[in-house]
């Protein structure tokens, strides 16, 4: 978290939550002043426009900074005769598509020649991340379509926040349960995913109890765990939080219920926290729009991957960057009043799937059918792979619910999933394991090649 963390830990909790709310108020200056009041100012007051016009508006913008200001771009469109303005979006397709490994290879010749001090990561959730820089605007800009976003259910800047994260807050051995540090000037309450257990679980729901918090957002499979306990022991919070935003994870039908059934709020997910890539976020109607004022998403290939343009990446630009991630596109319209053109689904965050011989790569979009077949009898899941023919399906059955016969239900859509030739595990589970990062995997990959 910047700080540094051995004198962080050595002090006592009350200097650990000053350290907080200092490292708090140095993001704000970062996340919040001109280009954010300009950026949120316009998209509150914005009309009907058409979006595809803006995106090549901008891309253009986007491209001549890219072509002045980096060595790797100004390169690429000389080699590939690229005339700036574009006349049109599709010509877009005549820059070669941007692959991990070169951007890792030539990260240095990647960086733009502006003070872009800002540093986080891409690639989604898999484990190849690759670090980034930003601009002090990249980053306003994108607090400012996120802050926008939460607007529209009712949440602005300065409500008060929970936040269900990875960081580490407290040493892990820390046993006193107090599991939370607060960040003033973002009026967040900051709570450890990593302490969530049965012991612990009635002094976090005290806690926010008593913060009363506004909203609710952070790592969802955190939450799911809370709200797992929440419903099991009929334990409701004494406030109403507006509404519910998940960062960074997938967030399954099963769990989306769970938690809007315990914390008595609607979710709305966004796919934001991949620094890379331009925003979607849901709406009031559910659905998940782009934020075409921040990029492009193009399908690419045979699998449902996207290649992505990201305007807010002045400072290691990225342009048809293969993100790994998969999304359905779609032309649907929405009635919400939103610019952006409708994104169907986002089917897979990084590259996690499973091989069958088969059906070959298995998404993990594709494996919320399993449960699909059940009366609601199945909390969470999690397949794991540990050979080509071998895989275990974890689950975690709502006790109510769960009849004998759904066993059979759930091997018969396993085999559907992925073949007959499948050997498939069953492991009926109290709560799924959490990976050292402290999240929770809905395909684990362990199979070694
Ligand atoms: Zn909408």
Redesign the pocket.
Known sequence: MGLKEDIYFRSPIFVQNILTSVYGKKLMRERYGETYERIIGELRTKGKVDYREEQLERLNTFLMFCQLHNEYYRDLFIKYDIRLPLQSLDELKEIPVLEKETLRTLNESFLSRIDAPLHGRTGGTSGKSLQVAFTIEDMQERMAHLDFFKEQHGFRKGMRRASFTGRTLTAMNQKKPIFWRTNRPLNQLLLSIFHLTDDNFPAYIEKLNAFQPTAIDGAPSGMAELAQYMVDHDIRFTFRPLAIFPTSETVTPEMRELIERAFGAELFDQYASSEGAPLISE???H?L?LHHETGIVEPYGEEGEVLVTCFTTRGTPLIRYRIGDRMTLTDET?????NGP?IGSIDGRGTGYIVSEARGKVFEGDLTTIARELPNSIRRLQVEQFAKDEVTLRYVPDEQRFLPNHEKILLREMHHLFGPEMKVTLEPVSRIPKEPNGKILVVKQSMTV
Request: proline residues 0%; positive net charge.
């Open positions: 709406c009031r109607n659905k729009h929405c009635s919400c009043g939103l409708v």
